[in-house]
């Protein structure tokens, strides 16, 4: 409530002394005219101050903006109270007003998103300033140039101010509908409440100037910044928390809004060549070469995610149906394998053997040596078992210290060979086991086999072999039995 009793104050003050003076330009309507700035760039800054990580670079790129406006304020309050004989004054003022541009192009146009690259950032900084260069130069020469004989030339200005400040303000519109966190619409808001009456007041205070300022003239530059004083200190409305645009649209506008920036270089490329054909021409090719830079950045960038993305779901894939400790598959492998197995063994008239093996005391193993060892002794028999195997053939941690192997194409007979040849192999992984009558690591086997004529449930297997483990086992372990011996 205090600041809008200080800026209600600060109007009627300037209006009052303006009107007392008869001059818009006097030192004190201009003091007061600071004031309503100075306290809309207060405003500003306490927001930049108060708001998430996030959200502050665009608070502060407005409080540059009005920065700038202040800037422009003293210089032209410096030239009412020490003239200004070389012209330089009036030369900084419009270096402040062209400079005003390159935060107000930069808060509407980025994406402010994380993970863009650098190099798109620094490409629209030094498009900003391209902008601003061009825009001085462009007044500088339309104004004080050879061209400003030219009646014409003034109203060229005027056109193309008014085009940079409408652009602007509707692409914070823009900006503000199509933003999804209420922190960001609140920011477009202020920002295109504050460009868009800034737009409205500049093109009535420019016409208004050709033909010599009245009194009431300096009052219109408030405008603005007590409205953004105002927006930045009070409570956002409501239908600023209540609207919440589909993501569709956020992503669609926050897409296009660099175009802006290319166009607005473009537009100033065509002014250009009333004063060089040869600037105007460049400058638009700039604007070409930049937006098709920063087009391939950016895509370049997504290309990098996609490829990220796409290992990352094939890294996953693979370790879902991976057993964490061997890297073998796992039980919710090989149900659907040895499905898909049995099927087709049937469909090519082939048979299938499945192996149950089972590593021999590894209770005491674990017991004596401790789990960390046990884990170890897993792993090794994991990987001697794989190594033993076609490129057809599968081995799955069934659970604990037991291990299913597929075999496509295998008889009882093969299966048996190839049960003991991957008895064989771990037996001279020679892994010490104190507690067995072997001195070493052994495994025993359960083999049940699907024939061709008949096409077996998975489960059903796996309890035949199951059935001829238990054999193994009671039989002195460290040895291969079939099942159909066992029926
Ligand atoms: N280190 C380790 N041990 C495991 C793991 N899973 C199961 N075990 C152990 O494996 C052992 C299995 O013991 P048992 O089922 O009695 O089998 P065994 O001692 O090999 O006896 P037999 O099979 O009759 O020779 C238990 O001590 C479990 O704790 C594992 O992932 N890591």
Same mark, same amino acid.
């Given at each position: 409530?205090?600041?809008?009793?200080?800026?209600?104050?600060?109007?009627?003050?300037?209006?009052?002394?303006?009107? $007392? /003076?008869?001059?818009?330009?006097?030192?004190?309507?201009? @003091?007061?005219? %600071? &004031? +309503?700035?100075?306290?809309? !760039? #207060?405003?500003?800054?306490?927001?930049?101050? $108060? /708001?998430?990580?996030?959200?502050?670079?665009?608070?502060? @790129?407005?409080? %540059? &903006? +009005?920065?700038?406006?202040? !800037? #422009?304020?003293?210089?032209?309050?410096?030239?009412?109270?020490?003239?200004?004989?070389?012209?330089?004054?009036?030369?900084?003022?419009?270096?402040?007003?062209?400079?005003?541009?390159?935060?107000?192009?930069?808060?509407?146009?980025?994406?402010?998103?994380?993970?863009?690259?650098?190099?798109?950032?620094?490409?629209?900084?030094?498009?900003?300033?391209?902008?601003?260069?061009?825009?001085?130069?462009?007044?500088?020469?339309?104004?004080?140039?050879?061209?400003?004989?030219?009646?014409?030339?003034?109203?060229?200005?005027?056109?193309?101010?008014?085009?940079?400040?409408?652009?602007?303000?509707?692409?914070?519109?823009?900006?503000?509908?199509?933003?999804?966190?209420?922190?960001?619409?609140?920011?477009?808001?202020?920002?295109?409440?504050?460009?868009?009456?800034?737009?409205?007041?500049?093109?009535?205070?420019?016409?208004?100037?050709?033909?010599?300022?009245?009194?009431?003239?300096?009052?219109?530059?408030?405008?603005?910044?007590?409205?953004?004083?105002?927006?930045?200190?009070?409570?956002?409305?409501?239908?600023?928390?209540?609207?919440?645009?589909?993501?569709?649209?956020?992503?669609?506008?926050?897409?296009?809004?660099?175009?802006?920036?290319?166009?607005?270089?473009?537009?100033?490329?065509?002014?250009?060549?009333?004063?060089?054909?040869?600037?105007?021409?460049?400058?638009?090719?700039?604007?070409?070469?930049?937006?098709?830079?920063?087009?391939?950045?950016?895509?370049?960038?997504?290309?990098?995610?996609?490829?990220?993305?796409?290992?990352?779901?094939?890294?996953?894939?693979?370790?879902?149906?991976?057993?964490?400790?061997?890297?073998?598959?796992?039980?919710?492998?090989?149900?659907?394998?040895?499905?898909?197995?049995?099927?087709?063994?049937?469909?090519?008239?082939?048979?299938?053997?499945?192996?149950?093996?089972?590593?021999?005391?590894?209770?005491?193993?674990?017991?004596?040596?401790?789990?960390?060892?046990?884990?170890?002794?897993?792993?090794?028999?994991?990987?001697?078992?794989?190594?033993?195997?076609?490129?057809?053939?599968?081995?799955?941690?069934?659970?604990?210290?037991?291990?299913?192997?597929?075999?496509?194409?295998?008889?009882?007979?093969?299966?048996?060979?190839?049960?003991?040849?991957?008895?064989?192999?771990?037996?001279?992984?020679?892994?010490?086991?104190?507690?067995?009558?072997?001195?070493?690591?052994?495994?025993?086997?359960?083999?049940?086999?699907?024939?061709?004529?008949?096409?077996?449930?998975?489960?059903?297997?796996?309890?035949?072999?199951?059935?001829?483990?238990?054999?193994?086992?009671?039989?002195?372990?460290?040895?291969?039995?079939?099942?159909?011996?066992?029926?």
């Amino acid at each position: 409530m205090r600041v809008v009793w200080l800026l209600l104050s600060l109007l009627v003050a300037h209006l009052v002394l303006a009107n $007392r /003076s008869g001059h818009a330009e006097d030192v004190w309507p201009q @003091l007061t005219m %600071l &004031a +309503v700035q100075g306290t809309a !760039l #207060w405003a500003v800054f306490m927001r930049y101050k $108060r /708001s998430p990580t996030l959200i502050r670079l665009p608070w502060l @790129l407005l409080a %540059l &903006a +009005v920065l700038m406006q202040v !800037l #422009w304020g003293s210089t032209n309050l410096l030239t009412t109270v020490l003239g200004d004989k070389g012209g330089y004054l009036s030369a900084l003022a419009t270096v402040f007003s062209s400079l005003y541009v390159i935060p107000c192009i930069f808060m509407v146009s980025r994406s402010f998103v994380r993970n863009e690259p650098r190099a798109v950032a620094v490409l629209d900084l030094g498009m900003s300033c391209v902008v601003a260069g061009l825009l001085y130069e462009f007044f500088t020469q339309m104004l004080s140039g050879p061209l400003a004989k030219d009646p014409s030339s003034i109203y060229i200005v005027l056109y193309q101010a008014d085009a940079i400040d409408f652009s602007l303000a509707i692409m914070a519109i823009l900006r503000l509908l199509g933003a999804r966190s209420f922190r960001w619409r609140f920011f477009y808001y202020a920002a295109s409440s504050y460009l868009l009456v800034n737009a409205i007041v500049a093109t009535v205070y420019n016409r208004v100037e050709l033909h010599g300022l009245p009194w009431w003239a300096g009052s219109l530059i408030d405008i603005p910044h007590a409205l953004l004083a105002l927006v930045a200190t009070r409570q956002p409305p409501r239908w600023l928390r209540a609207y919440r645009p589909s993501l569709v649209v956020s992503q669609t506008i926050a897409s296009f809004a660099p175009i802006i920036l290319s166009m607005m270089v473009v537009v100033l490329g065509v002014s250009m060549t009333r004063i060089s054909f040869v600037l105007g021409l460049s400058t638009a090719c700039a604007s070409v070469l930049f937006y098709g830079l920063r087009v391939a950045f950016i895509q370049s960038r997504h290309m990098d995610m996609q490829r990220a993305g796409d290992l990352s779901a094939l890294r996953l894939e693979q370790q879902v149906g991976r057993d964490p400790l061997t890297g073998i598959a796992n039980r919710a492998t090989l149900d659907t394998r040895l499905r898909e197995a049995l099927q087709e063994g049937q469909r090519t008239g082939q048979c299938c053997s499945l192996l149950m093996i089972d590593i021999d005391f590894f209770k005491q193993y674990n017991d004596s040596l401790g789990h960390v060892a046990g884990d170890a002794c897993l792993v090794s028999v994991a990987a001697a078992l794989s190594s033993q195997l076609r490129a057809c053939d599968l081995v799955a941690r069934y659970g604990g210290e037991e291990f299913v192997v597929v075999l496509m194409d295998a008889s009882a007979e093969r299966a048996v060979e190839a049960g003991r040849r991957m008895a064989g192999v771990i037996e001279r992984l020679d892994i010490p086991h104190r507690c067995s009558p072997y001195e070493r690591i052994t495994v025993s086997i359960g083999i049940s086999t699907q024939t061709p004529d008949i096409l077996m449930d998975p489960v059903f297997l796996l309890e035949e072999a199951d059935r001829a483990l238990y054999l193994a086992k009671n039989n002195g372990r460290d040895r291969v039995e079939v099942a159909d011996e066992v029926r």
